[in-house]
């Protein structure tokens, strides 16, 4: 039958996939509480109507670090995007152009950052459209050297800001990546182990805690690169707080899809109290359970500027390649509009607290 | 074995009807998620009854707008009621009439509305009977003169009231019209369309979303007949006011059987606040999920003047005609008195807030 | 296997009872919501015990109306007892009677008041036991006369208590009762009717609701016997207080066993609120769930002073007679001194609220 | 497929064990309330992690009475451990040794409580580790003499604590030991029974109810021992405050896994109210239904000082002996150190309230 709606593309791509990537690109980390957490924390905000509203000038459109974005949707870092498909991140930041919508490389992409950008400098004029958002997710590296340089490379590749991803410097992983699929742009950085000698070390006491990222880190980032600075991973208002005196230039609030601590809330139920604490001092980003456009609304509600999407795009493209992903951000814009329409909201501005109302 | 309940109806409907005409009256928008409430909502308030009333002088009647009503339901406006069975909408309103239950017809009714008012007029005689309200629902048309000639009929063929219904201006559906089922009231009205070109606008910017009607379109309507103007799908205790400075006689709660926007809530949680509001000043009627004696109980003591009734009637219709749609209407108002007389309720003034408390 | 707690009761008389029988023991009203609401409510309250108590002096017993009960535990009104066993009404006495447990018969037994009654004090002296409590449970009928023909009865016969159920004077129900089953106390007595003809009143203007029992019965009534007089079905607080004024001598909060009008709560959760009012001045009892010593335990920290048992007495009844009644209250009562055993309680005084404690 | 959690180990041991053996280790009493809030009441604790921490020190250890534990997480007092392998307690303890974490011995052990002591000195030195705590489990005897006996071999064998466990002096159970699987410690003791005459006592009067021990009890034994005294089962905060005074030197917060009275809240449910009460005064261990890294630290925010892990024990040992158990230990301790890395906690210090959040 049709595809209607994200989850319909979970659902094909579920018989696709191996079963082995599949999980990998599914489950959260332990019980799978936070998972369900992103999920149930939209289900239970409830939308609440303003009738006969004016749509003549509607839209949804927005500047973020003076770009335009056709819609506040943007494509999260996912790593290992040709595990769904060869083309892997190629075939994403194809389908972002053509819909207008920003994407955010990971350092783990399977497609070096710079082929990344030639690809979206390609496919910009074919389309008459102006090229969209594309941004480098971050991972410190255990070496300062390291890490500059994949900056460098983000600066020298035209990618318009750099997304520091501070929630999963310690993350477990049982999944063994297919031939052919690894994180080009790390070739040739050295990585931290594990320690496992029986009896040993854990993980405290191990080089991989020894060297994880600190503020400080942070600090001294933010004054090696002249691009906007996001920070993604920012759960605890106070940790907001921090993030813009360490010089964050936005923030990604995010439990990383449930994929590193069990038991963390949804990030959606986290976003309020930091939009409390950052008010109009800079866009909040929001990731984690995204898949309707009713959830959008909800999220620019609570108070952020724009969302990301994470495994739906990989769904979509598993799927039907570019034209997978370029399809899902067409539903998911324009089951934004339909919302914001029957909301009675013409622009993103008029998208407030007093539109929600706690369900059942 | 026996139709005790409407749930019995909806129950053998499920086996009689096309799988996609069920899909297109059953589902709700999105995920189900309002659908959901719309039922959760009913089933989490109870009622707490009073012992050994004076039952002598017990009535379920009612009048509104200057007219009696057996009881305070009416069936709502349901479009295309052809799809479940042949006689559509003449089937239903002799039922209502033989039950003394209002009617509201809906702008998509499968069968004209002079004809639906000439059948409760050929009715009314042969059941020793006044004959029951009839209100005709009203889509706002792309052109104002469309919106008269409507309005026009209704005032011409008899009908009492006119209910405009506002959340729906923009609704999708799949459905394909099954042979022979029309909106044949709009034959000859040019209706707006979506543009789909790929890359083009999606919703704003169409001609569909700069033509939806407007609070102005309201004051105008108000100026254009003088039958009783309700303005139906009203949830917002700020839009109830305006509706008031607006001209309507009286507003109904909806949320439009929770398939136009997924997430809002349940109406009968939203009927308290604009209750509220309205206070004694107009009729205030709500729908949604209404399916027991004990919910009309429940939306009374809410606030509400009368219900709604949606997809029931179209699940007796399809299993009984005319028959069907009596006889639902009777279990509805029998199990009204059953729970009046079990509650201590003489009249529906006794309907009071302090019978509810909430369930776990 | 092994028959362990009520619940076990349950599940074996499910296979033996014929399937009509048992939709008519266990169903409730409409969805049942309220028949839920009574074990669902008992589960979401926790215990928090005490501990090293000194047990040495610990009972359960229990004065009420000037007479011993072991436990406080009594067997609720339940008619048609005939219908679980060939002894009906006649085994179920002997085994409250072998277990010192107090038993109330129905107004619509399936043996006599007077065989009943002879039925205890036959029992009585071979188990070396003081008789039992043994109340009566009145319906009132449309005639005083016939009403105060079933008072004298019960006074003649012997009964130490008449219980007026006021919960249920219109309720519906299906079921056909099997041959040589009967409401045999009222041979010779009228009892009103439904009218069901078509377009005639449903039953607001019936004779059933013409003659529904009023307060001013319950004054009359006080004034005829001088034997204890508790009302049954009492569950708004205001009631309790006009049952107290027109000369209640006691009160049973119940919900009819979710029997009567779906969506009330759980009787347990209305009886603090009644308690409040009542305080010292008289017995207040709770039926409705309770299957387990820990409920009543809940009940009586909530201010019941004791509970009543319905539908496990007749599961009991089912499997094994007799002997199944009495082991069912054995169990019951042994499993509330494990539970006081295990709070810490000697006492029923020591069971006091601050034992409670919400559930997740 | 691969054990990564230890409910990998539940879900082999269940296919493992012989199901009477099965039920006796997993079931709680009655219908189970408590068992489940044990799981619920953890996996609605949120966690709320702070990022970019320095982890350059962190560690598990924990010094307790004097004495290094690894990690926060002793071994509860399971009885019977034969039951699940031949090597029993003997195993147990082995583990335990191994990884560091304190094991304590119940009087009902299946092994001797000098043979375990032994087997942990035969163990140490070979791991090149200090030997692990061991405490002892006390059920107080029917006679004192015999208590004291109990007290003297574990004074002698070189046990460091005697944990009083106070909330099972009276609890059911239908479970049949196998052959060969006994209470060795207690050989020469006598134990009071129930009397089950029909119409006899059930539990109250009976001598078990006589002689369940009593504060005065705590008091003596408190003058008997120098070695440190935890009462076991404490869960109303006002029993705290009298553990306390009646000489206890910490406190175990528990519901005995939901072994003895069915309704009990989760203990770490009560966690924070008692360690409100006790502050800083004494250690306060908790446990019921840690399976986590993630549980472990969400009992440490609440106010714990350690942790106790009953069930799973067992159930390692069942699949795998000492290596499973050993394993388990490990699996645990190193998802407690992901967590603690993962929220930014560098010592069990930093463990505190504002790093929980409620979930939905
Ligand atoms: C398979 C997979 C890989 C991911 N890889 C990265 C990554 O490399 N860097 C990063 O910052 N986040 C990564 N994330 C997290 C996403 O950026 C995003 O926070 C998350 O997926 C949002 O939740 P959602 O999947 O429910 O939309 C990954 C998520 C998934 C599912
Ligand atoms: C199949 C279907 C068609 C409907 N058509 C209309 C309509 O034409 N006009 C309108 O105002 N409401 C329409 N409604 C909404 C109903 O008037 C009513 O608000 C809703 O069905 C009430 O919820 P219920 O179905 O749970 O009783 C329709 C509902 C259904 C199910
Ligand atoms: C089959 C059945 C018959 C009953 N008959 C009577 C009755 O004749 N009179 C009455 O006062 N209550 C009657 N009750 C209600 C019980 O007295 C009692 O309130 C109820 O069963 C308690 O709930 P429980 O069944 O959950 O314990 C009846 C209940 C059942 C299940
Ligand atoms: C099979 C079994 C036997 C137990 N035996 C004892 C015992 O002898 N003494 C004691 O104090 N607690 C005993 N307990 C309770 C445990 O010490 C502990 O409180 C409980 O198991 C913790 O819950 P958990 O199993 O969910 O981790 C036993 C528990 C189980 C499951």
Redesign the interface.
């Known amino acids: 039958p ?1 595809i ?2 994200l ?1 319909d593309y979970e659902r094909l791509a579920a018989d696709l996939m191996p079963p082995a990537s599949w999980t990998y690109l599914q489950d959260g980390t ?2 799978g ?1 936070t998972v369900a ?1 992103n999920r ?2 939209f ?14 000038n ?3 459109q927005l500047d973020l670090f003076g770009q335009r974005h056709a819609a506040p949707i943007l494509l999260a870092p996912v790593a290992y995007q040709r595990i769904a498909h060869p083309d892997g991140e190629l075939a994403t930041i194809r389908a972002a152009t ?1 819909m207008g919508c920003g994407m955010i490389l990971s350092t783990l992409a399977s497609v070096t950052l710079e082929e990344t950008a030639a690809a979206r400098a390609a496919a910009a004029p074919g ?1 008459g ?1 102006p090229p969209a958002a594309l941004w480098f997710q971050l991972y410190m590296q255990e070496g300062r050297a390291d890490t500059l340089t994949l900056v460098r490379r983000a600066e020298a590749a035209g990618y318009e800001a750099v997304v520091l991803t ?2 999963a ?4 992983t ?1 999944f063994a990546l297919p031939p052919g699929v690894e994180a080009v742009n790390l070739r040739g950085i050295a990585r931290p182990a594990h320690t496992s000698q029986v ?1 040993g070390p ?4 191990t080089p991989l ?2 060297t ?4 400080e ?2 600090s001294w980032l933010r004054g090696e690169t002249r691009l906007p600075l996001l ?1 993604k ?4 208002p ?2 907001a707080r ?2 813009i005196e360490h010089g964050a230039d936005g923030l990604i609030v995010s439990n990383h899809g449930g994929r ?7 990030a959606i ?2 976003l309020a109290a930091i939009a409390a604490i950052v008010g109009e001092r800079m866009p909040i980003l929001v990731d984690g359970g995204i898949r ?1 456009g ?1 959830d959008v609304v ?1 999220a620019l509600a609570l108070g952020a500027t724009a969302v990301l999407l994470g495994r739906p795009q990989v769904h979509a493209l598993a799927v039907a390649g570019v034209a997978g992903v370029a399809h899902a951000l ?1 539903m998911l ?2 089951e934004l ?7 009675g909201c013409t622009t993103l501005a008029d998208i407030t607290p007093d539109r929600l ?4």
């Open positions: 049709g209607r709606a989850a332990g019980d509480l957490q149930i924390a289900d239970r905000i409830g939308l609440l109507p303003r009738i006969l509203p004016d749509l003549r509607a839209t949804t053509a389309l459209a501070v929630d410097s310690i993350k477990r049982a009896l854990i993980l405290f006491g805690a020894q994880t990222p600190r503020w880190d942070l920070v991973g920012v759960m605890a106070d940790d921090l993030a590193v601590l069990d038991g963390m809330p949804a139920d986290c309707r009713t909800k067409l814009r324009s509009e339909l919302a914001m329409a029957q909301l109302t706690p369900l059942r």
